[in-house]
């Protein structure tokens, strides 16, 4: 399953939900970064990973690395590898 087969607007959503969801993450993490604020945003954003890899599989990371490109921020370190940019 490719993603060019997939619904756009339900892939432009996933990109949608995941920039909110990293620069969510992005902002607690500047302003506390051992806060609980900080690491529930790292909790959603790895939850939203493993979603995208339950329903896409190897082409969830096509959607993570749009995110990242469209943000220009690193993702946090979490249980889903990839060969996006880690930080964190």
């Known amino acids: 399953?490719?993603?060019?087969?997939?619904?756009?607007?339900?892939?432009?959503?996933?990109?949608?939900?995941?920039?909110?969801?990293?620069?969510?993450?992005?902002?607690?993490?500047?302003?506390?970064?051992?806060?609980?604020?900080?690491?529930?945003?790292r909790g959603e954003l790895i939850g939203w990973r493993r979603t995208l890899h339950i329903?896409?599989?190897?082409y969830a990371e096509d959607i993570v690395n749009r995110v990242v490109a469209r943000t220009r921020l690193s993702l946090p370190e979490g249980d889903v590898r990839s060969g996006a940019v880690h930080a964190y």
Do not use: I
């Open 1 to 41: 399953m490719h993603l060019a087969l997939q619904n756009a607007e339900t892939l432009n959503r996933f990109v949608e939900q995941g920039e909110t969801l990293l620069k969510s993450f992005h902002d607690e993490h500047q302003k506390r970064p051992a806060s609980v604020e900080a690491e529930f945003a």
């Open 55 to 58: 329903l896409y599989g190897k």
